[in-house]
């Protein structure tokens, strides 16, 4: 059974950083690519970034790049997005996800990311 669960999320004011993590099971972690998107109140779902299966390449969204970093442990079977210089609109749930874009297969069930003062 393939499972994905995030964790990190939190409260954080502006301009501050938060780590999110994604634990992985029943699947082969180290072969597949992995990327992290998020989903803002009303609004649609956003692709953020992916990770192949190596760790050697990454893109990111527009919206993201160069404050976040995604990263993978393979011994771990752990996906991993660090986030920078936060800001409101970020605010959002983040999820994990089998796969280097929509649409996925599988994808966990998200964690909550609030950015407020």
């Known amino acids: 059974q393939v499972r994905l669960v995030e964790s990190g999320g939190g409260l954080v004011q502006p301009g501050g950083s938060l780590r999110l993590s994604c634990v992985t099971s029943?699947?082969?972690?180290?072969?597949?690519?992995m990327s992290w998107a998020r989903q803002a109140p009303g609004k649609g779902p956003e692709w953020l970034s992916l990770?192949?299966?190596?760790?050697?390449?990454?893109e990111y969204a527009d919206s993201v790049n160069g404050r976040f970093t995604i990263s993978k442990d393979n011994t771990k079977d752990t996906l991993y997005l660090q986030m920078n210089n936060l800001k409101p609109d970020d605010t959002a749930l983040y999820y994990c996800?089998?796969?280097?874009?929509?649409?996925?297969?599988?994808r966990g069930r998200g964690t909550q990311v609030t950015v407020s003062s």
């Open positions: 990770i192949s299966a190596d760790g050697r390449t990454t």
């Open positions: 029943g699947f082969d972690f180290s072969s597949n690519w």
């Open positions: 996800a089998k796969g280097s874009r929509p649409p996925y297969n599988y």
